[in-house]
């Protein structure tokens, strides 16, 4: 190595921006995919999401600065079930980018491959009504156990679109999957030891992670998906709560608020938290290892009898 050559720098430089380029240019619909993304695709892919952890994801402004992104995109990965019907369609028009439109193989929704829970049944629902889960609950994300099977999903996407680096790509997705099934037994186990067994929640962003935790949700205090409630109708649930005996409610932090002083105000004793749903739902909720973590320590905190 006494001096390299200029051929030799030159070939450093066309391989190192080679694999620049190579890197698989992802954009996620919301930052809980961003960060299962990231932790499959590590060094070999970049992944940015559109919407942010402390947005409702229901409800997300369809910039112009998310189409821009979109048009370089080489896999849009969304939820599906409805959840970004209202902006991501138009985001995704707007970009012009043929591999990414909706059916292309550039386009992976997670959602319907992921079991999901409480499809409507019968007549189909209008969201005139208020309904905003028309394919069912669309709130995959907050069970471990149902990432674990997305971090495969995932996994195999990438390597479809990026074969070359299949082999890497399998491996980190069965690393997140076993790492966060393991820790989704545990979390359980930490759960069923807080005696805890019933909740209320703002809107049924929650049921997946409940049901995973083996925690009934009772109702919640929206009186329809997507309708704010009134006092009238908080006071009804907070019969229903106490004809249960069950006085822990958790509310999305990205609702009102108010709702929760109004709770306090209607009864002292209920335990009400604002919780993070997503990652980045909070400063330091960073992986959906933190988000998890955080909703199990305010449910066992709240068994503890804190409030
Ligand atoms: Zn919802």
Redesign the pocket.
Known sequence: MKKMTKLSIVMWVTLFSVQAQAKLNVITSVTDLRNLAQMVGKDLATVESIARGTQDP?FVDAKPSFMAKVSHADLVVCIGLG?EDAWLNNVISGARNPKVRIGSSGYLAVGPKLNPLEIPEGAALSRSEGD??PEG???VTLDPRRMADAAKLLADKFSELDPANAVQYEKNGKEVADRLRKKASEWQKRIEKSGLKSVVTY???LDYFLQSMGIKLLTVLEPK?GIEPSVNHLAEVMGVMKAKNVNVVLIENFFNPNVANKLRELNPSVKVALVPVSVEGEEKIQSLDDLYESLVMTLENFAGGKK
Request: proline fraction near 18%; aromatic fraction near 0%; glycine fraction near 0%.
């Open positions: 229901h959840l905003v889960h609950n669309p709130h809107h049924k962003t998906p």
